[in-house]
């Protein structure tokens, strides 16, 4: 007769309700919403494009009700100059005399996503492989060297063995292409999702792809269909990515069940 054995599951040693981000520890102005359902599992970054702000990434953020799942949306930390509406950017994006920098460096967005994500990690007592990370163009731009730059300080300070728990949970990146070239002995185990059109605007060349495979060791694209620009916008674009996340999302289990 086959024996069965019943264990009670483990329950997780992290708060179900992580404590709320606090303004004096992050700089700039965000939106933060614990998950609807009341566990806070995984935590999802957003970040905006160039010259917009948090405020339709927060309601974007809301309005997916992903499971177990709370929202941070960030405002990028630098108003774009020469414009007098309310327009930001992650880093400096023009020169003097209000043209695109061509080769523009990320490093303020990167220092200004460390004070935030130190403070999460620590504060608020998000495990680095709880948080996900999505970004529109420049915001998607951001999330990617983010990432890398992320995993590179966490091998530096581990060694060579650094477990795939100090890497993010998953990136997400729409016509966000990488701005650096990536030099990693180690490519980052973060799964990434490169979203963008086939042509125009949001468009992300093969070379840049190709970028990506040097940094990163699991890499998915998705094309969107239409002439359509910008973010994502019907059912059909958001399936690939909503698929992807269910596929990484954590899921807490209940406490008091048992495992056979």
Same mark, same amino acid.
């Given at each position: ?19 709320? /981000? ?15 359902d009341g566990t806070d599992e995984n935590l999802l970054i957003l970040l905006h494009g160039l010259g917009d702000t948090h405020v339709p990434f927060s309601k974007l953020g809301k309005s997916l009700k992903l499971p177990q799942t ?6 990028? /930390? ?183």
């Amino acid at each position: 007769m086959t024996e069965v054995h019943l264990h009670e599951s483990q329950a997780s040693s992290l708060p179900r309700v992580k404590p709320t /981000p606090k303004a004096s520890n992050i700089p700039g102005t965000f939106f933060y919403s614990p998950s609807d359902d009341g566990t806070d599992e995984n935590l999802l970054i957003l970040l905006h494009g160039l010259g917009d702000t948090h405020v339709p990434f927060s309601k974007l953020g809301k309005s997916l009700k992903l499971p177990q799942t709370a929202v941070l949306s960030l405002r990028a /930390p630098q108003q774009v100059p020469f414009l007098y509406e309310d327009a930001w950017q992650w880093y400096p994006s023009f020169d003097t005399l209000g043209e695109m920098i061509p080769n523009p460096n990320p490093t303020p967005a990167l220092q200004f996503l460390t004070k935030v994500v130190d403070h999460l990690t620590t504060h608020c007592k998000w495990p680095l492989n709880r948080i996900h990370l999505f970004g529109f163009a420049q915001g998607g731009s951001v999330a990617v060297e983010f990432t890398l730059e992320r995993w590179k300080v966490s091998r530096a300070s581990s060694g060579t063995t650094t477990p795939d728990s100090q890497a993010f949970a998953s990136v997400v990146s729409v016509a966000g292409p990488l701005l650096t070239y990536p030099t990693l002995s180690t490519k980052c185990p973060t799964p990434l999702l490169i979203v963008h059109r086939s042509s125009g605007e949001t468009s992300i060349p093969s070379k840049d792809i190709n970028a990506f495979k040097k940094g990163f060791e699991n890499i998915t694209e998705h094309k969107m269909k239409g002439p359509k620009e910008g973010m994502p916008a019907s059912r059909e674009d958001w399936e690939p990515i909503m698929k992807f996340w269910s596929e990484r999302l954590e899921r807490r289990k209940v406490e008091g069940l048992y495992d056979i």
